[in-house]
């Protein structure tokens, strides 16, 4: 058969976690001892008392039957229920909550319910790739916002030339960030709202990893007088609870674009499996638990073993306050892919190169805090041997 595959696949540029992969793939078949810092995986396993209740519900066959597009109800009150204790955000979990399969599934398909073919969407760089393969399969205009470390890693949206703010439809944001790991403040979402109420964009804020932090909770945006007006904000279970796998969380916010992403998702996938949803109670109910404390706790050990011992070996790296990424200056006159593709052939080290976010990402490295500590001192041990 003759065929080649759709434009909008074509229009992609390749996904640097799946290249990276490849390359670790065959370093390890080849029998090298690699260390992965590569894909943000979290790597310890999911909560016991979240599989429990999973084993509790799985056999059920209430839960075997297709689930309700929008999410079952238990699952969005606990998720309504979280957002008002942590947040202090009062949502009706009927209108403006809705399940998502993990928040990936709902940051790809927002653009296709609130962007038309031509349209701008705002987006972020460097930053998570899906907010631009969502964008280019709806047949929407991106518009890349370059963050800078000058810039503290926020786009400056009042130098967005007028004429791409008049065409834009939705702006796209990631505090606390992938890669950079920098965050933002209520002040900040304030002038972001204030901003996109005046010219009609939607705000879709990813808030994937708000809740690994170390010191200050980071806000949410919803948190901002007036934001559901324009705004909605992905949530994952993924981070906080090493459920990475289950492919669970919920959008909040805006019930006009909840309803519209709802009736995409209605007609993509028939929403996440119900026993996965309940065990997303679970651990919504549990989200002060001990061991969710002390995960933090873990994910800040290796943040400082790392950090430090980067900083031993002369790397320009502030330790992040939230994410369990570190973002740090490749050497002077390297650039990020040969760094990378160095690293991982001389010291069997897998870092993502920043350009793989976005040119702004040049000439620095993404480090994944998703080993055991022991490990991280083995990586800076092996670093100190290689020279630039
Ligand atoms: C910034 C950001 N947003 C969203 C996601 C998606 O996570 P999930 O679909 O597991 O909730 C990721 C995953 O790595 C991410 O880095």
């Keep these: 058969m ?23 793939r065959e370093a390890i078949a080849a029998g090298r001892d690699v260390i992965n810092l590569g894909v943000g995986d979290p790597d310890r396993p999911t909560f016991e008392f979240i599989v429990e209740a999973m084993r509790k519900v799985v056999g059920d066959p209430a839960n075997h039957c297709y689930p309700f597009d929008e999410g079952v109800p238990q699952f969005r009150r606990a998720a309504a229920e979280f957002m008002l204790k942590r947040y202090s955000v009062e949502l009706d979990p009927t209108a403006e909550i809705i399940t998502s399969i993990g928040s990936k599934d709902a940051i790809a398909h ?53 004429a791409i703010v008049q065409k834009a439809k939705m702006i796209y944001v ?14 900040w979402y304030e002038k972001l709202i204030a901003w996109a109420k005046a010219n009609e964009i939607i705000v879709a804020a990813d808030a994937a990893y708000n809740e690994v932090y170390f010191e200050t909770p980071p806000p949410s945006i919803l948190q901002v007088a007036g934001a ?12 906080t609870f090493n459920m990475n796998g289950w492919r669970i969380g919920w959008v909040a916010g805006n019930a006009d674009v909840i309803a519209a992403l709802a009736a ?41 073993v790392l950090c430090a011992g980067l900083t031993k070996l002369g790397y320009e790296v502030s330790p992040p306050a939230a994410t369990f990424y570190v973002w740090c200056r490749c050497p002077d006159e390297v650039d990020s892919m040969t760094f990378a593709r160095r690293c991982l052939a001389e010291a069997d080290v897998v870092f993502i190169p920043g350009i793989g976010f976005g040119p702004t990402g040049e000439g ?5 805090l998703t080993v055991e500590v022991e490990r991280i001192e083995e990586v800076v041990e092996r670093l100190g041997k290689l020279s630039w």
């Design 228 to 239: 559901k007006d324009v705004a909605v904000e992905f949530h994952s279970l993924s981070k």
């Design 110 to 162: 927002l653009p296709l319910a609130v962007v038309n073919p031509g349209e701008v969407v705002l987006i972020p760089r460097p930053g998570y790739p899906v907010y631009n393969s969502a964008s280019v399969f709806a047949g929407a205009e991106p518009h890349y916002l370059n963050l800078t470390a000058e810039g503290d890693w926020l786009p400056d949206i009042n130098a967005i030339d007028e």
């Design 264 to 304: 995409v998702k209605g007609n993509v996938d028939s929403g996440q499996f119900n026993a996965v949803q309940w065990a997303g109670v679970a651990a919504l109910e549990g989200s002060e638990r001990e061991e969710i404390l002390q995960q933090r706790k873990l994910y800040q050990d290796r943040r400082d």
């Design 2 to 24: 003759n065929w080649e595959k759709s434009d909008r696949l074509k229009a992609l540029p390749p996904y640097l976690f799946v290249e990276i992969d490849k390359a670790k």
């Design 364 to 368: 620095y490295f993404r480090a994944a």
């Design 174 to 187: 990631n505090y606390p960030n992938n890669p950079t790991a920098a965050g933002a403040d209520l002040a």
